[in-house]
Nanobody, 121 residues
Framework: QVQLVESGGGLVQAGGSLRLSCAASGRTFSSYTVGWFRQAPGKERVFVAGITWNGSTYYADSMKGRFTISRDNAKNTVYLQMNSLKPEDTAVYYC???????????????WGQGTQVTVSS
C-alpha cells in the first residue's frame, strides 16, 4: 500500500512559479513510478508528468520546458516544479503511483487527494 499527500498548491499570478510536493508512505515507494495529473473544472483528468523508479522522466507535450518532475527517494517525496504558469494551468493537481510506466490514468493504483493551483491573469 502507498498513501500519497500533495502540498504546495495556491494562488499565483501568470508567469509565476510553484513547486508541488507529493509525500508518500510505504517502504516500497522507491519502486514506483509516480505521475502528476491535473483536472480542471468540467474536464477530464489529464497527465502532466511522470518519473520512474530510477529517475527517468516523461512529460505531456504541452508541459515540456515549463514543468520539471523530480524525486527524492530518501524523503519519499516527488516534486513538480512549475514555471511560467498560465491561467490555463489552473486545476486540481494530483499525484499518483503505479508499478507500470505510462501516462494513462488507469495505470495508476494509488492517488492523493489533490492540491488546488490557481493562476490569475
Amino acid at each position: 500500500q502507498v498513501q500519497l499527500v500533495e502540498s504546495g498548491g495556491g494562488l499565483v499570478q501568470a508567469g509565476g512559479s510553484l513547486r508541488l510536493s507529493c509525500a508518500a508512505s510505504g517502504r516500497t515507494f522507491s519502486s514506483y513510478t509516480v505521475g502528476w495529473f491535473r483536472q480542471a473544472p468540467g474536464k477530464e483528468r489529464v497527465f502532466v508528468a511522470g518519473i520512474t523508479w530510477n529517475g527517468s522522466t516523461y512529460y505531456a507535450d504541452s508541459m515540456k520546458g515549463r514543468f520539471t518532475i523530480s524525486r527524492d527517494n530518501a524523503k519519499n517525496t516527488v516534486y513538480l516544479q512549475m514555471n511560467s504558469l498560465k491561467p490555463e494551468d489552473t486545476a486540481v493537481y494530483y499525484c499518483a503511483a503505479t508499478l507500470r510506466v505510462g501516462a494513462q490514468v488507469t495505470y495508476y493504483n494509488y492517488w492523493g487527494q489533490g492540491t488546488q493551483v490557481t493562476v490569475s491573469s
